[in-house]
């Protein structure tokens, strides 16, 4: 099997991929596997799963995907993720970087050279690999997937690319959340249908406000940039361009019409979080993902925010928890739900 560079994978397309909701969940996951495992494949196979850190690993790995993965390899794989206890499953789903090598990511933490574990260099020993690369992505609440691959040798990726695949795994987890939420939603919520060129057909709720409105046409118009020529020319700055939602408030996804007219659908996507102690849902929301270890920039992106309104959202929360620091709201915040 030839291995390919990440560079073979465009950043846009594994966002659309992203945001297919015409696809079943496990459908949905093997696609989203494909268009990114250029990104982690190491030529050992990929796998991904969803996690949830409120239920055991072993029910995370029964809808597992995999994609030229032997069975004994799987075994193997599966065998030793089991091994992992609950903390140390956590640390690795949790923390790391949205794009990491299993070895690096472990060093940077300050956790002892893995290869020097007996069991993990026996597994690495077993499959013929040296280290692990995931693709990841964590909301608040402890929720994700995760896409991983075996390698020949330690990857290492550097800031550059780490910041721009940050950027699509928020897309990732914005999709995701979306999907769960409109499996159990009894209604059809779209509050604002526009055109690719940002004209509005339809809007109710909140979507009718003036501002709004304005908010949406300028994401489709920014939408529509990145997912142009940009996407192969700079695709780096069309990640940027494309938020993974709107005013804190909206995902932007397709919808195609008989004949194959497509609209951009604006849908209610706000983080569902527990109310320490009187926070608003942006604050709750902007506190919850810090507590991941996110930058404020990193944070604005995922909530399409201002980088300014973010750090002011943090202030308001620091002000009503009663903390000086950003280390004590993080530290406050993971002791209110109960972590």
């Known amino acids: ?49 969803t996690f949830d850190m409120a239920v055991p690993m072993t029910q995370w790995l029964r809808d597992e995907v995999t994609i030229d993965l032997s069975r004994r390899r799987l075994e193997l794989q599966r065998a030793f993720q089991l ?32 290869r020097r574990d007996p069991v993990v260099t026996e597994h690495f020993r077993k499959l013929g690999v040296r280290d692990y690369v995931a693709f990841r992505t964590i909301e608040p609440g402890g929720r994700g997937i995760c896409i991983n691959a075996g390698q020949n040798a330690e990857r290492v990726f550097d800031r550059r690319t780490q910041r721009l695949w940050a950027r699509v795994a928020a897309h990732v987890a914005a999709a995701r959340r979306l999907r769960a939420a409109l499996a159990s939603r009894s209604r059809d919520d779209a509050e604002v249908v526009l055109t690719p060129s940002g004209r509005v057909e339809h809007a109710q709720g909140e979507g009718t406000r003036a501002a709004a409105r304005a908010a949406l046409r300028e994401a489709v118009s920014r939408q529509e940039r990145a997912r142009g020529r940009l996407r192969r020319e700079d695709p780096a700055l069309a990640t940027e361009a494309w938020t993974a939602l709107v005013s804190g408030r909206w995902s932007l996804v397709d919808h195609y019409e008989r004949g194959g007219r497509r609209y951009i659908v604006a849908r209610r996507n706000e983080h569902e979080l527990p109310d320490p102690r009187a926070l608003t849902a942006r604050e709750r929301a902007v506190v919850h993902l810090a507590v991941l270890g996110k930058s404020n920039k990193l944070i604005a992106y995922e909530l399409g925010l201002s980088t300014s309104t973010v750090a002011t959202y943090l202030s308001w929360a620091m002000r009503k928890l009663r903390v000086t620091s950003r280390v004590e709201l993080i530290r ?3 002791q209110l739900a109960g972590g």
């Open 332 to 334: 406050l915040a993971r």
């Open 1 to 49: 099997m030839t291995r390919r560079s990440h560079r073979d994978a465009n950043p846009i397309d594994v966002v659309e991929a992203a945001w297919r909701l015409d696809l079943d969940d496990r459908a949905w996951l093997r696609h989203l596997t494909e268009v990114i495992r250029p990104v982690v494949d190491g030529g050992h196979g990929v796998s991904a799963y």
């Open 83 to 114: 091994s992992h206890s609950p903390g140390d499953s956590e640390a690795m789903h949790i923390y790391p970087e949205p794009l990491d090598g299993l070895v690096h990511a472990t060093r940077k933490a300050g956790v002892a050279d893995l």
